[in-house]
């Protein structure tokens, strides 16, 4: 059946979760010390940002855990970010997406300025696919299917195209945060409203008003 992963940084551990039942399946333990934060799952792994902390400060990390290992204790490896993006001083937000298969994006977490990257982890280390200046604020990065652009902070395109991201024509309605599914369809949200864009349209084609409820 189906399976459901979930960090929990106070236990220092990813659990994999029958989605039926919610009972664990396997616990896999990521070492005393290291906090997981999101997980995302491509390329045949699972992919999970966490931090570590010490004397000189926080510090941000790609690990994985591979769900065909017989060995929970072997199944995870930590210290994956490419030499030329890490270090990152907190853990990192990530996306994946079922219709593209292999890419990851692994993004400040908001805390601070600083990049997005793009990485390809269908081989055995991920790679650089393409990385942006350090001095963007984001919360929010998902890779749209179908095209060679990621969402930026729920309304922004970035392309990347030419193995670096550049900006182009983003979607009309400014948002706070994003979704995209796997055949393209968006969704986006700002204040007490979630817009709606079909695939590859600049304008939603529906909005749904939240009430007095504002959407953080």
Same mark, same amino acid.
């Given at each position: 059946?189906?399976?459901?992963?979930?960090?929990?940084?106070?236990?220092?551990?990813?659990? /994999?979760?029958?989605?039926?039942?919610?009972?664990?399946?396997? *616990?896999?333990?990521?070492? /005393?010390?290291?906090?997981?934060?999101?997980?995302?799952?491509?390329?045949?792994?699972?992919?999970?940002?966490?931090?570590?902390? !010490?004397?000189?400060?926080?510090?941000? =990390?790609?690990?994985?855990?591979?769900?065909?290992?017989?060995?929970?204790?072997?199944? &995870?490896?930590?210290?994956?970010?490419?030499?030329?993006?890490?270090?990152?001083?907190? /853990?990192?937000?990530?996306?994946? =997406?079922?219709?593209?298969?292999?890419?990851?994006?692994?993004?400040? *977490?908001?805390?601070?300025?600083?990049?997005? =990257?793009?990485? !390809?982890? *269908?081989?055995?280390?991920?790679?650089? &696919?393409? +990385?942006?200046?350090?001095?963007?604020?984001?919360?929010?990065?998902?890779?749209?299917?179908?095209?060679?652009?990621?969402?930026?902070?729920?309304?922004?395109?970035?392309?990347?195209?030419?193995?670096?991201?550049?900006?182009?024509?983003?979607?009309?309605?400014?948002?706070?945060?994003?979704?995209? *599914?796997?055949?393209?369809?968006?969704?986006?949200?700002?204040?007490?409203?979630?817009?709606?864009?079909?695939?590859?349209?600049? +304008?939603?084609?529906?909005?749904?008003?939240?009430?007095?409820?504002?959407?953080?």
């Amino acid at each position: 059946g189906a399976t459901l992963y979930a960090a929990l940084p106070a236990g220092h551990t990813i659990v /994999a979760l029958d989605a039926t039942t919610l009972r664990i399946r396997t *616990s896999y333990d990521i070492g /005393a010390g290291v906090e997981p934060y999101q997980v995302a799952f491509t390329g045949g792994k699972l992919w999970f940002s966490y931090r570590t902390a !010490d004397t000189e400060g926080l510090h941000g =990390n790609l690990g994985s855990v591979d769900p065909a290992a017989t060995d929970a204790a072997t199944a &995870v490896t930590l210290a994956q970010l490419p030499e030329t993006v890490a270090p990152y001083y907190n /853990a990192g937000l990530l996306d994946a =997406n079922p219709a593209t298969p292999g890419l990851l994006t692994y993004t400040d *977490s908001g805390t601070s300025a600083g990049g997005i =990257n793009l990485l !390809d982890v *269908s081989g055995a280390t991920p790679q650089v &696919v393409a +990385k942006s200046e350090s001095d963007l604020w984001s919360g929010d990065v998902d890779l749209v299917p179908g095209t060679t652009q990621l969402l930026w902070n729920g309304y922004r395109k970035l392309s990347y195209a030419a193995g670096a991201l550049t900006e182009g024509t983003g979607l009309s309605e400014t948002a706070w945060r994003g979704d995209v *599914s796997p055949d393209g369809l968006i969704a986006t949200a700002y204040d007490r409203h979630v817009d709606v864009y079909r695939t590859g349209a600049v +304008k939603p084609v529906r909005r749904f008003e939240t009430g007095n409820s504002t959407i953080g």
